[in-house]
């Protein structure tokens, strides 16, 4: 089963909510906004997968002090049970646009290693990510603004050409990871290809359920284990060459229309 922010259980909603309420007791008066994009807002959250994935905007860019009770504050909070990704900007960083777009601090699961140790804490607290440009996209498209100042009054348009930077990105990195992260990659392949070929912003679901219909035969059974593992928790058995295939099919279509 999966959910967008409308539809989730109440812990999903009370989980952000407590979490929200600690952020703001940590950057104060500084706090504009808190966005929700990815599988929570455009309704492909999987509790027992996904990640929470929000934005925070603040006013003037945070302090190296209030950074690290924020390090705390995750550590603390992501994972338990939900994962928690999230960047905070600036309001100057958004008006100012530029990519990569930079940014004051981000967590992730990735990273928890890293801010568990305190001497490799400040090189990671802040710097440029080129995935911000599609996050930026998907809020202003399909995004939640969960509390604070519009959407419309925040974020900048993201120029056609920095999105298409950012998820070509991911694109190239899926290729290489096909075989490791099939769910991930293979619905991510498909999202691009969608929006190369018509210019439309799909979440993953969206997009896998779209290629279970419109792609070829051949590719049916591979698209409804990927689908299935993402949506229900089953676990399948990927065959290599199964996933290769629906790989070079599908970079082969984004490369033609790449032309």
Request: proline share 5%.
């Given at each position: 089963m999966t959910y967008s922010w409308?539809?989730?259980p109440s812990e999903i909603r009370?989980?952000?909510?407590?979490?929200?309420?600690?952020?703001?007791?940590?950057?104060?008066?500084?706090?504009?906004?808190?966005?929700?994009?990815?599988?929570?807002?455009?309704?492909?959250?999987?509790?027992?997968?996904?990640?929470?994935?929000?934005?925070?905007?603040?006013?003037?860019s945070i302090t190296s002090a209030?950074?690290?009770?924020?390090?705390?504050?995750?550590?603390?909070?992501?994972?338990?049970?939900?994962?928690?990704?999230?960047?905070?900007?600036?309001?100057?960083?958004?008006?100012?646009?530029?990519?990569?777009?930079?940014?004051?601090?981000?967590?992730?699961?990735?990273?928890?290693?890293?801010?568990?140790?305190?001497?490799?804490?400040?090189?990671?607290?802040?710097?440029?990510?080129?995935?911000?440009?599609?996050?930026?996209?998907?809020?202003?498209?399909?995004?939640?603004?969960?509390?604070?100042?519009?959407?419309?009054?925040?974020?900048?348009?993201?120029?056609?050409?920095?999105?298409?930077?950012?998820?070509?990105?991911?694109?190239?990195?899926?290729?290489?990871?096909?075989?490791?992260?099939?769910?991930?990659?293979?619905?991510?392949?498909?999202?691009?290809?969608?929006?190369?070929?018509?210019?439309?912003?799909?979440?993953?679901?969206?997009?896998?359920?779209?290629?279970?219909?419109?792609?070829?035969?051949?590719?049916?059974?591979?698209?409804?284990?990927?689908?299935?593992?993402?949506?229900?928790?089953?676990?399948?058995?990927?065959?290599?060459?199964?996933?290769?295939?629906?790989?070079?099919?599908?970079?082969?279509?984004?490369?033609?229309?790449?032309?």
């Amino acid at each position: 089963m999966t959910y967008s922010w409308k539809t989730c259980p109440s812990e999903i909603r009370n989980f952000v909510t407590k979490l929200l309420d600690e952020i703001k007791v940590v950057i104060q008066e500084n706090y504009i906004g808190c966005y929700i994009h990815g599988s929570l807002a455009m309704g492909g959250f999987n509790p027992s997968k996904s990640d929470i994935d929000l934005l925070v905007v603040t006013r003037d860019s945070i302090t190296s002090a209030r950074m690290k009770e924020l390090v705390q504050l995750f550590l603390d909070y992501s994972g338990n049970p939900y994962p928690v990704e999230i960047s905070f900007l600036n309001k100057d960083q958004l008006t100012h646009w530029q990519h990569p777009c930079p940014f004051d601090f981000h967590y992730s699961e990735y990273w928890r290693e890293y801010y568990e140790s305190e001497s490799r804490f400040f090189s990671v607290q802040s710097g440029t990510d080129p995935d911000l440009a599609a996050h930026i996209m998907i809020i202003n498209h399909r995004g939640c603004c969960l509390e604070g100042r519009p959407i419309s009054d925040v974020f900048p348009v993201i120029p056609y050409s920095d999105y298409i930077d950012s998820i070509m990105g991911d694109f190239r990195e899926c290729q290489d990871n096909m075989v490791e992260d099939p769910i991930y990659c293979s619905l991510n392949l498909i999202r691009v290809y969608l929006y190369l070929k018509d210019r439309k912003i799909f979440s993953k679901l969206e997009a896998g359920n779209w290629a279970l219909e419109s792609l070829p035969d051949d590719t049916k059974g591979i698209l409804k284990k990927v689908i299935s593992s993402y949506t229900q928790n089953d676990t399948f058995y990927f065959d290599q060459g199964e996933l290769l295939s629906l790989k070079n099919f599908l970079v082969g279509k984004i490369e033609m229309l790449q032309k």
